[in-house]
């Protein structure tokens, strides 16, 4: 028997293998659930083209990573069986180099600096490095300013992290990142990381407000530390196979209804993360604001060295650190 993502995708991939059917809605993806941010953009996406087009392109959004894992619908999109995809950078900086300047720790200064990164000629030229590997890069989506939180106690410096089991994405950049600040990197599933709290496998992990506080890890992990050290955004993406078959002006249409689609959900992000931020805080967290950032940025330089091997790579970073803001 099929099991339930193979019985959702099979009329998708069915529809990609043919000729393409354009009266069709556009396929998209998205592993949030649907009052997320991201997914609330994709629906935004929806209603512009619907309006811009009388109806002639639509979206049907499938959330909650119905499509499966991220890896996998990644795959998915290229091959051409959904359409549309909003993706983290973790699993894009394997196949498009330039993702990963996005995700060097403390490249941002502030998510001003990270908005007026992404939409000037930088972020647009690490979309555009997407077409090479069979997407089309369409817009970038808030993640928020990640920090570190643990069981042991308040984190002020590096030295504060020393030894302790720090739960990391599966992400090269990630592992090489809490190895350079002395801590132990454990790659674990998303899933499993609050009981991997309570059960002392690791002492903390680092993401974004939301996150923190949607998956519960505050009632366990009650010391929260704004080092604010990645800044990584989220990628939609549309498979290039679909890009190709649209005309010149539905891809105009496309792209335009996906660029207005970001003011959507940043005013949705900003404040998810202001209510998130009160909720913990409610719930007894211990915030840690006077963090040694300068500290924690002096010991990046081997991550860069490494994951910016290229003048290339290292000019395109370069690029971001001279926007203002």
Known sequence: MLRRREFLLAPLLLTACGEGDRTRPLFAADAHPDEYPTVQALYAIDRLLDERTNGEMRVRVYAGGQ?????????????????MNRINLAPLNSIVPETA???????????????????GASGRAILD????????????YDSGARSFYNTRGP???????????????????????????????????????YQALVQGVVDGAENNWPSYE??????????????RHVMAPEV???????????????????????????????????????????????????????????AFAGRMRPVWDRFLSTPALRALADDIIGVAG
């Open 67 to 83: 499509m499966g894992a991220e890896k996998d619908t990644l795959e998915i999109t290229i091959f051409g069986g959904l359409d």
């Open 155 to 193: 984190v002020h410096t590096p030295e504060d992290l020393a030894g302790l089991k720090i739960r990391v994405q599966n992400s090269d950049i990630y592992v090489a990142m809490v190895q350079a600040l002395g801590a132990n990197p454990t790659p674990i599933p998303y899933g499993e990381v």
């Open 129 to 140: 490095a997407m077409a090479s590997f069979g997407l089309r890069g369409m817009c970038y």
């Open 214 to 227: 949607s998956s519960r890890h505050f009632e366990v992990a009650q010391h929260y530390s704004l080092t």
């Open 101 to 119: 300047v996005l995700a060097m720790p403390f490249l941002f200064r502030s998510i001003p600096h990270l908005r007026a990164s992404l939409d």
């Open 236 to 294: 939609l993406v549309v498979s290039m196979r679909s890009w190709e078959r649209f005309s010149n002006e539905e891809r105009d249409v496309l792209q335009q209804a996906c660029t207005d689609s970001v003011p959507v959900m940043r005013e949705l992000w900003d404040a998810r993360v202001a209510t998130s931020r009160d909720r913990v805080l409610a719930g007894g967290v211990q915030l840690v604001e006077d963090v040694d950032h300068e």
